[in-house]
């Protein structure tokens, strides 16, 4: 039904447009969520719609709909929208996209109970209570399925469908003033790949490593991420800074600089839309361009920013297949997962090398201020002090404070290992000799 629609709508559109695109999707989404050790909701969501971008007189035009029964409308309102949109840069995609072998879809997903959900959450819930009775936790076991479809009047088309399966545990504990929180996540496109059990067993870990709070002086300390406190804390500015629209406005501090050395030789960084299996890998972008492994920075060096077709066409080059969308939005440039290339040292080796120290595994606010800029400050939520190459406590009302460039620029180690951070992005221990760290 849906491509018979679309079909309607391109035909319709192509009568009046120098070119015309039609971007289907749909999407049934089911969470489960738990609330202070408690079941607090089930629910399934249904959306689809159908978005139609025209050129006519050398503008784009926009408009979407989820009433699928009047395509008429649909294309009378994005021509309406063509005498004021900007104008034009982009190609226009010839290609049928064909799956590579994502391998984005299981059937076990569908297929997975509700009740199958709610037992997934509980069984978290209960291991991490064993703790300890005056831990809260917030639980989050969803599924989804979606499908989508592209087509355009150049000839390019492509679709493709997907079901991502994901949860999140989060506990909490109050004793007096002192409020530890500890989250962790993990999603797939596939239940078996799924591991609830690691999930778990990294929430008891820190809770075991938080129990004794220990003090930090205020100073200038060797820092090391944990993959998750590298994508809260040191990931947004580089995503911001190689987007290829903010440089094309001269936003990012990375433009003119493709090719220069900023970052640490060992630092190497790509953007892969193609990872089998993975939520945010497709065969194509929302444009109909494929997807590719992107390489960002190699050995420290700036190799290519990430593109869109509209601003690759006024950059003068081509998109990387980056075009990232919604169903009520044009196309922007947006990745797809980032992957920091593993290095040579060890976890174990990198805090052996430390003699007082932090380990930060989550940050809040930290980009409150110049995310561009690079600069970061923001309160270290869940860390722990190192001290003679050990983890000896947790500390609280701390911050971290340095910029993400400069920090990069000079990495004392990089994990021999990348891990996954709830399927969105790939990052391995990151060892930063010096940023500032202040104590209450």
Request: hydrophobic share 40%.
């Amino acid at each position: 039904m849906m491509q018979d629609i679309a079909e309607q709508v391109l035909a319709l559109a192509s009568r009046s447009a120098t070119w015309a695109e039609v971007y289907a999707a749909s999407e049934e989404e089911t969470p489960v969520t738990f609330k202070a050790n408690r079941l607090h909701s089930v629910e399934t969501r249904e959306a689809r719609g159908l978005a139609l971008r025209i050129v006519v007189d050398g503008r784009i035009g926009f408009a979407s709909s989820s009433q699928l029964e009047e395509p008429d409308l649909l294309v009378r309102d994005a021509l309406a929208t063509a005498r004021f949109g900007p104008e034009s840069a982009l190609a226009y995609p010839t290609e049928r996209v064909q799956d590579p072998g994502l391998d984005l879809y299981d059937g076990q997903v569908t297929a997975l109970s509700i009740d199958a959900m709610v037992q997934m959450g509980q069984q978290m819930i209960d291991r991490v209570r064993t703790r300890g009775e005056d831990i809260l936790c917030d639980a989050d076991v969803r599924k989804v399925a979606a499908s989508v479809l592209l087509l355009n009047s150049s000839g390019g088309q492509g679709s493709y469908r997907q079901t991502v399966v994901g949860l999140g545990l989060n506990a909490n504990r109050v004793r007096g003033t002192d409020i530890l929180d500890i989250w962790e996540e993990d999603a797939s496109c596939h239940l078996g790949a799924l591991d609830a059990d690691a999930v778990v067993n990294a929430v008891l870990e820190k809770l075991d490593l938080a129990e004794e709070l220990v003090p930090i002086r205020t100073a200038s300390l060797p820092v090391i991420f944990t993959p998750k406190g590298a994508y809260m804390t040191l990931l947004a500015p580089l995503q911001a800074a190689l987007n290829g629209k903010l440089v094309l406005q001269g936003a990012s501090p990375l433009a003119g600089r493709l090719g220069d050395t900023v970052f640490d030789p060992a630092f190497s960084l790509f953007d892969d839309g193609r990872v089998p299996g993975h939520p945010t890998s497709a065969p194509m972008d929302g444009e109909g361009v494929p997807t590719r492994r992107t390489t960002l920075v190699e050995h420290g060096a700036v190799r290519a920013f990430y593109y869109d077709l509209q601003t690759a066409g006024l950059a003068g080059t081509e998109s990387t297949g980056n075009g990232q969308r919604g169903l009520t939005s044009l196309p922007s440039p947006g990745t797809h997962a980032l992957r920091i290339a593993p290095g040579t040292a060890s976890y174990e080796a990198m805090l052996a090398d430390v003699s007082e120290g932090l380990l930060v595994d989550q940050t809040m606010g930290a980009w409150a201020g110049n995310v561009l800029g690079g600069q970061f400050s923001g309160n270290v939520h869940l860390g722990f002090k190192i001290e003679n190459g050990r983890l000896v406590g947790r500390v609280k009302d701390t911050m971290v404070a340095g910029n993400v460039f400069e920090a990069l620029a000079r990495l004392a180690g990089i994990g021999d290992q990348s891990y996954w951070v709830g399927g969105r992005a790939e990052i391995p221990y990151l060892y930063i000799p010096s940023l500032a760290v202040s104590a209450r």
